[in-house]
């Protein structure tokens, strides 16, 4: 009986150690992605913005990580779930674009697109997509996967797209190419200089 009360007594030391070094490591590995995260976050969310103006119309792309996108669903409560999310969506890239006459006027009137206003809308909600696509430091061109026309319904002097493309190095250097058919404005290049992330 002795050897047995023994041995029942150095499991349960066993077990009950084992879980304290479980709890030490999700602990440390929770530790290490805060850290990572008030990194990228001190270092501001939209890292990379290029700009160019053509004749009135601005033309703005901003490069920004996905780790935002993730966070602001996630709330920060679960930092293993997004950084797990993260490992996930990786190679994805998100670009915000923006155009903005320079007197402010609605870029989606006929003047400027030749196009009634509907269709206009329609060309931003769909077809726009065709247009961007982005070279790699590799340089293999990927085309955009989605876009998503953010509608101000005339509030703000701009109209916003977020552009979205898959299977790119998460430390690759990128560079947007816009082929405008919609303002008729020639191919924009976008360079982003230096890799968005380091995680």
């Known amino acids: 009986m002795r050897g047995f009360n023994s041995c029942f007594f150095i499991l349960l030391g066993f077990v009950l150690f084992s879980c304290k070094n479980d ?3 999700k602990t440390k590995d929770d530790s290490a992605i805060r850290y990572r995260y008030y990194n990228l976050q001190n270092r501001g969310w939209k890292s990379l913005t290029h700009s160019q103006k053509v004749d009135n119309i601005n033309f703005t792309a901003t490069e920004v990580p996905i780790v935002y996108y993730l966070l602001k669903d996630n709330k920060d409560d679960d930092l293993i779930k997004v950084d797990s999310l993260y490992e996930e969506n990786k190679r ?5 674009f923006e155009f903005q006459d320079q007197d402010e006027e609605d870029l989606l009137l006929e003047k400027f697109t030749n196009l009634d206003y509907q269709k206009g809308v329609e060309y931003m909600s769909f077809t726009i ?3 961007f696509s982005v070279v790699t430091s590799k340089k293999d ?8 026309f953010e ?3 005339k509030i703000a002097p701009y109209h916003k797209l977020m552009l979205f493309f898959s299977g790119i190095n998460p430390n690759d ?3 947007l190419i816009y082929k405008d058919n ?3 404005k020639g191919t924009l ?5 230096e890799p968005i992330l380091n995680l």
């Open 141 to 148: 061109t990927i085309p955009c996967s989605g876009v998503i």
């Open 92 to 96: 994805d890239r998100i670009v915000e």
């Open 173 to 175: 250097k990128i560079q």
């Open 23 to 25: 709890k030490d490591a």
């Open 189 to 193: 290049k976008f360079r982003f200089k």
């Open 182 to 184: 919609l303002f008729r």
């Open 151 to 153: 509608r101000n319904f």
């Open 129 to 131: 997509q065709d247009d």
